[in-house]
């Protein structure tokens, strides 16, 4: 069975599926794996790396894109989708909750589709968890564009010239981006307080030595399933804004992270709000290709009103390529070998990560959220029955 590694075709995206050391794993396990010529080179893998660990070096795509199963970071692109073949199978993020018609797409041509991003939160997954990874980088990578930023240092210094003061950061979301946010921000000496609407994050907001902001507000249902932040009602984010407003008066940058699998991005910080911000403030908004968690946050742009500075970044883990590729690729490498048996795929429907992640299959969009979401009637069993029961909950 052939292993294919394609250069990824969505714009900016420097990140590549599979690191060199990755390689090896593949072949023990009976597989081929071709990677297309430069694909890693801009994540700082070239070629010869993957030829010294006993990849195939394929001259151009359309030798890339042959194979058996197909390893993307971003999977199923419209540059993608016409040199697909039924019968190959496509392993990657592609954002199903948010564009399902790509599903129909992929069934349509008579492919098999896995989507990383609906992997469960259990334990036997976490190896293969991309958006915790990427999540991670995110979180991380957000701080730093905050500190470039900021027009101040991070940590208090006492010198000959005078005491500086440190900054002063809020993360709203304690995630895992917001956690990381955190970490990073402590790390450079920031004084940091993190806020979440799931209460039982506070002591691991603590535990990085930041401070957990309190509101009182009806939070018993804040978490859904896979520990998940679930989407609130409006008059919940209102009295949150309401709230908030105090916390980001006295904040010098503010890291949101608040999202929901699908949806738009909840808005937790107006126009006012802002305003009311110091001067010279900072605004990192990790929601922005979702609608952004600020009001005046804009996609891709970095914008200044009422004096704050306000950062829309759209895909941080590609800024850091390198380390971003190589979780990315530990995640789906071990997702792939999950799949394998004797050197072929053999698919366990009974096994959650199998049957969660399955988008598409043999001319059919078979995952029932997607079905739902296509507003398509659910697949039958054999038995005559609904081929799955309750998947409503955010993963």
Do not use: W
């Amino acid at each position: 069975m052939i292993v294919s590694v394609p250069k990824e075709t969505f714009s900016g995206e420097k990140r590549v599926a599979l690191v060199p050391a990755m390689v090896p794993p593949l072949l023990k396990a009976g597989l081929e794996v071709v990677v297309e010529s430069s694909a890693g080179a801009l994540a700082g893998y070239p070629d010869d790396q993957y030829a010294e660990k006993g990849a195939r070096i394929a001259d151009n795509r359309d030798q890339a894109i042959q194979g058996d199963v197909i390893l993307q970071v971003r999977a199923a692109g419209p540059d993608d989708l016409p040199s697909l073949k039924s019968g190959q199978t496509v392993i990657g993020m592609c954002d199903p909750l948010s564009e399902p018609q790509v599903a129909n797409q992929v069934a349509d041509i008579g492919a098999t589709l896995f989507s990383l991003e609906m992997l469960p939160r259990i334990t036997r997954a976490q190896s293969m968890d991309v958006l915790s990874s990427m999540a991670t980088v995110a979180g991380y990578r957000a701080v730093l564009l905050a500190a470039e930023a900021l027009p101040q240092m991070f940590p208090m210094l006492m010198t000959a010239a005078g005491t500086l003061s440190p900054a002063r950061v809020l993360v709203i979301g304690a995630g895992v981006a917001g956690l990381q946010a955190i970490a990073t921000a402590r790390r450079l000496g920031a004084v940091v307080t993190g806020y979440d609407v799931r209460p039982v994050v506070k002591e691991q907001v603590e535990s990085l030595g930041a401070k957990f902001l309190e509101m009182e507000l009806e939070t018993s249902e804040a978490e859904g399933g896979g520990g998940y932040a679930q989407q609130m009602d409006e008059e919940f984010y209102r009295k949150q804004r309401e709230m908030m407003s105090g916390a980001l008066a006295e904040t010098d940058v503010v890291v949101t992270t608040a999202a929901i699998p699908g949806k738009k991005a909840p808005v937790l910080i107006t126009a006012d709000m802002v305003a009311g911000m110091p001067p010279a403030a900072v605004i990192v908004d990790l929601a922005a290709e979702r609608g952004g968690n600020c009001e005046l946050t804009q996609a891709g742009q970095t914008i200044m009103e009422h004096g704050v500075t306000i950062l829309g970044p759209t895909n941080l883990p590609s800024d850091v390529a390198r380390h971003a590729s190589q979780m990315y690729s530990k995640n789906i490498t071990t997702f792939l070998l999950h799949l394998v048996d004797e050197g072929q795929l053999k698919l366990d429907m009974e096994d959650e990560i199998v049957s969660d992640t399955l988008i598409a299959r043999d001319g059919e969009v078979v995952n029932p959220r997607i079905r739902e979401l296509l507003g398509m009637a659910p697949l039958e069993t054999p038995g005559g029955g609904p081929s799955n029961d309750e998947q409503g909950e955010e993963s």
